[in-house]
């Protein structure tokens, strides 16, 4: 997990220099911060991938909530995953980035 936040370290000392372009980051913090959330749930699952102690990380979608409401989804539906990862899914899901009930790798696998 150090590394992720030796990452994350560097990301930001990358902005303010204004080299984020240069050293191969985006700009906005929101894709840089989904991608440590993911890699969290993953490192998270093989330090203490204890049987019956699932870690996932979920992804929504894009949900109409207050912040916008340009988006496709209602609050309920960008639930389901998230509860269905709670409540139904299985030990292959652990460590992994789930969206519609499906593993999505992003480069993490």
């Not at 992720?4 to 990301?11: A, D, R």
């Not at 203490?48 to 109409?64: E, M, S, W, Y």
């Amino acid at each position: 997990m150090a590394g992720i936040q030796e990452f994350l370290q560097k990301y930001q000392e990358s902005l303010k220099a204004s080299q984020w372009q240069q050293d191969g980051y985006y700009k906005h913090p929101y894709p840089v911060s989904k991608l440590a959330s993911n890699l969290f749930a993953k490192a998270l699952h093989n330090k203490i991938g204890v049987k019956g102690f699932f870690t996932f990380a979920a992804c929504p979608d894009l949900v109409k909530t207050n912040l916008s409401k340009m988006r496709t989804r209602s609050l309920e539906e960008g639930a389901e995953t998230p509860l269905w990862l709670c409540t139904e899914a299985g030990e292959d899901y652990c460590g992994r980035l789930v969206k519609d009930r499906k593993i999505c790798g992003y480069g993490i696998d």
